[in-house]
């Protein structure tokens, strides 16, 4: 069993939509929850960073993590083409070290 | 956010000769740099730490001797791939950290391509 569950889709959407991205894990050090952004052939973008248990939101990203279930999920609102690009989910047990990715999910937002 | 710039972005090199890939910190002084490796349609995979003026430490299953890492500096790192074979085509990223417990930013990504 992989320590970080990620379905890899792709998910595809019409513009305007509501997105979810999840990801399970099985390690219960983690601690700090991160969501990356990867457009084709480019390194990853931080979109969201969580500490523990809880929501977070940001312009049209809000980011859940329930700690309990080992489940964390990525929400985007208002879908646009320009979201359309791979999201990884990272996990670590201590700040800033040793990263644990998901496989990342292909997300297509149609106009 | 802070700026890792990572070069070449593409390479393409023949079977049994070795590949020199750079990241460079542009704006902060990296005491941390991590190499990655992802393979296509999967997760990035964590290859080695390093600090600067130290030896890097490596992932379980990561050759030393084959993926060799330098960081001389606080603002370069680099990864070098020895007598690279096609099994070692993929695409390799580096991440860049300030201080210990703040964000890492990532370069661009190599694509290395061993025919």
């Known amino acids: 069993q992989k320590e970080v569950e990620q379905d890899p889709g792709p998910l595809s959407v019409p513009e305007g939509a509501i997105v979810s991205l999840n990801c399970t894990y099985s390690?219960?050090?983690?601690?700090?929850f991160m969501w990356y952004r990867q457009y084709s052939r480019k390194g990853p973008e931080l979109l969201m960073y969580?500490?523990?248990?809880g929501n977070k939101e940001d312009g049209r990203f809000t980011a859940q993590v329930d700690k309990s279930s080992k489940y964390i999920s990525l929400f985007i609102r208002d879908s646009q083409p320009s979201d359309s690009a791979t999201y990884l989910c990272?996990?670590?047990?201590?700040?800033?070290?040793?990263?644990?990715f998901g496989a990342g999910t292909i997300l297509r937002v149609k106009s | 956010g802070a700026v890792v710039s990572q070069h070449p972005s593409r390479v393409i090199c023949k079977s049994g000769t070795s590949v020199k890939i750079e990241c460079r910190s542009l704006?902060?002084?990296?005491?941390?740099m991590f190499w990655y490796r992802q393979f296509p349609k999967q997760s990035l995979m964590l290859m080695a730490t390093?600090?600067?003026?130290?030896?890097?430490?490596?992932e379980q299953g990561v050759e030393k001797d084959k993926f060799l890492i330098n960081h001389a500096s606080l603002t370069l790192s680099t990864l070098t791939v020895t007598s690279a074979h096609p099994e070692d085509s993929s695409f390799y990223i580096c991440?860049?950290?300030?201080?210990?417990?703040?964000?890492?930013?990532f370069g661009q990504g190599t694509r290395l391509t061993v025919v």
């Open positions: 969580t500490y523990s248990s």
């Open positions: 390093s600090n600067e003026g130290s030896k890097a430490t490596y």
């Open positions: 990272a996990m670590s047990a201590s700040n800033g070290n040793k990263l644990v």
């Open positions: 991440s860049a950290q300030g201080h210990v417990n703040t964000e890492a930013f």
């Open positions: 390690n219960s050090a983690f601690q700090y």
């Open positions: 704006d902060f002084q990296a005491t941390t």
